[in-house]
């Protein structure tokens, strides 16, 4: 897979349309002329936002040994399209890692999975409820973990936690891969002290900035009890929500934030990127690097950390993973 240097590709995903999970696109290209040479052969462990928002979540994670998607809410034609475009295609992928069960992050699994045989890795009563509720029927290959364990898939570190969202048992996860390190939170009514704990050491964050609050209040299209369960504790984070999560970080190593999962009605990038410059201006921080993903957007890929060169030397092989199969 070529390496290519953050900001020096953009794709979009335009003349869509926009029904949930089901997705019409006509690509178009644009590559931009800065991408930096001295990067394109080091190794390197990356992110790259596929998409993310309300109708639909994924993630790719990379490193020269492994890819490996964290959920995947697209459908299953978007997730190929938008993996071929990073030089992915479905066959390398070694694992999913499902954040939780809700439709906007499982969407295409049952076709891509199944086609390519790619491992789902996740705790029981996800898989549990995928399988029970038809979602994931059909799928064979499972790699179930225990909630707030740690494993490696390839040479990728996995660390595992719980969020409180209305879900079975939603995650989120610290990724270590060479010099790097990611935290990913997404769909969580608000953060714990043990998910800050978790995060405390994190270069590169990606966290959800689903609403504006006053947007959310407005928005005459949502009944009052789904706003209630939106903004509730097992809900969404607001964008100051958010913006004050990543304050509580600033202490650590934290140098980039992906803001995700926006509310198709009741935010906007501009609003939730406006929110968190704000915030980390108010507390003197000015030189983070600030993203937001979209959901018709493939973002640049954002290099994550160097890794070892050489080939890599597996440390065990799925040891305490209890195959479904
Ligand atoms: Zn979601
Ligand atoms: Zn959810």
């Not at 019409?24 to 993310?52: E, K, Q, W, Y």
């Not at 996740?122 to 494993?151: K, M, P």
């Not at 048992?169 to 935290?183: C, E, I, R």
Request: aromatic share 8%.
């Amino acid at each position: 897979m070529p390496i290519i240097a953050a900001n020096s590709i953009a794709i979009r995903f335009i003349d869509e349309t926009v029904t949930d999970y089901n997705f019409r696109a006509d690509l178009s290209i644009f590559i931009c002329a800065n991408s930096n040479r001295a990067n394109n052969f080091r190794p390197v462990f990356s992110l790259t936002m596929l998409g993310s928002g309300s109708a639909g979540n994924s993630a790719l994670l990379a490193t020269n040994h492994c890819k490996v998607l964290v959920d995947g809410g697209l459908s299953a034609r978007q997730l190929a399209l938008r993996l071929e475009h990073c030089g992915v295609t479905p066959e390398q992928l070694d694992g999913v890692l499902l954040t939780h069960e809700h439709g906007d992050h499982v969407f295409g699994l049952e076709v891509l999975c199944r086609k390519f045989d790619v491992p789902i890795y996740c705790n029981r009563l996800t898989a549990e409820t995928l399988r029970c509720t038809g979602l994931l029927g059909q799928i064979r290959n499972w790699r179930i973990f225990e909630t707030g364990s740690e494993f490696s898939i390839c040479d990728i570190a996995v660390q595992t936690f719980p969020v409180p969202h209305d879900a079975v048992d939603p995650l989120g996860f610290v990724f270590h891969a060479g010099s790097g390190s990611l935290g990913f939170i997404t769909d969580l009514g608000y953060v714990t002290k043990l998910i800050v704990e978790r995060l405390r050491h994190v270069q590169t964050l990606v966290i959800e900035t689903n609403h504006d609050e006053k947007l959310l209040q407005n928005d005459t299209h949502r009944p009052w009890p789904v706003k209630q369960r939106i903004q509730s504790r097992h809900g969404h984070l607001s964008n100051s929500a958010a913006a004050g999560v990543i304050e509580e970080l600033l202490p650590g190593r934290i140098d980039r934030v992906v803001l995700g999962h926006l509310s198709r009605d009741c935010n906007t990038p501009t609003l939730a990127l406006e929110t968190v410059r704000a915030s980390l201006a108010k507390c003197g921080k000015l030189d983070m690097e600030i993203h937001c993903a979209t959901q018709f957007e493939i973002t640049p890929q954002f290099r994550i950390g160097e890794t070892e060169p050489g080939p890599f030397q597996p440390t065990f092989e799925n040891a305490f993973f209890q195959n479904a199969r």
